[in-house]
């Protein structure tokens, strides 16, 4: 892939990159993100938007498809996990209510395992400051997979939002 070329005509580019090479992908999305987001759509509200699991091996594997899945190739939906959970929110090609129908989810959850979980923890705690870092650990104490912490983050939109009666739709298959 070259990184020129950015952003691809087709989508999964990003499939065959290793991790450094997912990483920059992502910065790029975020960064013609912000760039060019005078120029980005006000999403419809209803939106459905299929997740391919098939395609998700790590967390960079996540954000990657997330972010095509809602904003096409090269899209942006979040490059970290609380990148993430704030586009969840609206205002980055998707509007409350929604749905993410994740295909294939259990292929996806076999690899964002309590492994996958561990290391996103540490990284959270090596880059930021000792007592957030604290807070995040405690406040997923009772997650078993980073997969868990994902569908956790999907499905509380709407409590977090304080609109319960907006939905915020996640189908597993």
């Known amino acids: 892939m070259a990184f020129e070329n950015f952003p691809p005509e087709q989508k999964n580019q990003w499939c065959n990159l290793d991790a450094s090479g997912k990483t920059k992908w ?38 990657c498809a997330i972010g095509e899945a809602v904003n096409g190739p090269g899209g942006y939906f979040g490059a970290w996990f609380h990148g993430f959970d704030d586009c969840l929110f609206g205002g980055f090609g998707l509007e409350i209510p929604y749905e993410i129908i994740w295909k294939n989810s259990k292929l996806s959850k076999r690899h964002l395992d309590s492994n996958a979980l561990e290391a996103w923890l540490q990284e959270d705690m090596d880059q930021d400051d000792e007592e957030w870092a ?15 912490v994902l569908v956790e983050a999907i499905g509380s939109v709407p409590v977090r939002f304080r609109k319960p009666e907006e939905a915020v739709k996640l189908t597993l298959r």
Do not use: M
Not at 134 to 148: C, P, Y
């Open 26 to 63: 992502l910065d790029l999305a975020r960064k013609r993100w912000f760039r060019e987001s005078k120029n980005h759509y006000i999403a419809e509200k209803g939106r459905t938007i299929e997740l391919p699991g098939e395609l998700i091996r790590c967390e960079l594997d996540f954000y």
């Open 134 to 148: 604290r807070e995040v650990r405690e406040s997923w104490q009772g997650a078993e997979t980073l997969f868990d």
